[in-house]
């Protein structure tokens, strides 16, 4: 399983951008579904995840009332909509799942098996 993270790029401080995560040939919609990014001499964080079973939904404290996950499952998507970005934002950032319905903490997201290549975040005036 492959996942594909997409949409990011560089924004002033204060801006916006919406990730994208799709996962080709895999049904997304059975599982919960995470963010996590890492920054250049920085661990892993785990940023927000996606349950499958009823969509609720869990934030780094970092991000809490700046990031907001959501999915279309028709779409086989998930999205990670990024407002108020700070330069301490800047990360690679990439979308995990697997085979768990529910969000287990936001440190699971660091767990999950299923992972592709990330997208640039970069947070620069």
């Known amino acids: 399983v492959q996942l594909q993270a997409s949409g990011g790029g560089l924004v002033q401080p204060g801006g916006s951008l919406r990730l994208s995560c799709t996962a080709p040939?895999?049904?997304?919609?059975?599982?919960?579904v995470g963010w996590f990014r890492q920054a250049p001499g920085k661990e892993r964080e785990g940023v927000s995840c996606?349950?499958?079973?009823?969509?609720?939904?869990v934030y780094a404290d970092s991000v809490k009332g700046r990031f907001t996950i959501s999915r279309e499952d028709y779409k086989n998507t998930v999205y990670l909509r990024m407002d108020s970005l700070k330069p301490e934002d800047t990360a690679v950032y990439f979308c995990?799942?697997?085979?768990?319905?529910?969000?287990?903490?936001?440190?699971?997201?660091?767990?999950?098996?299923?992972r592709g290549k990330g997208t640039q975040v970069t947070v620069s005036s």
């Open positions: 040939g895999f049904r997304l919609e059975y599982y919960a």
């Open positions: 995990a799942t697997d085979h768990v319905a529910e969000c287990r903490g936001i440190d699971s997201t660091l767990r999950m098996g299923y």
């Open positions: 996606i349950s499958s079973s009823d969509g609720s939904t």
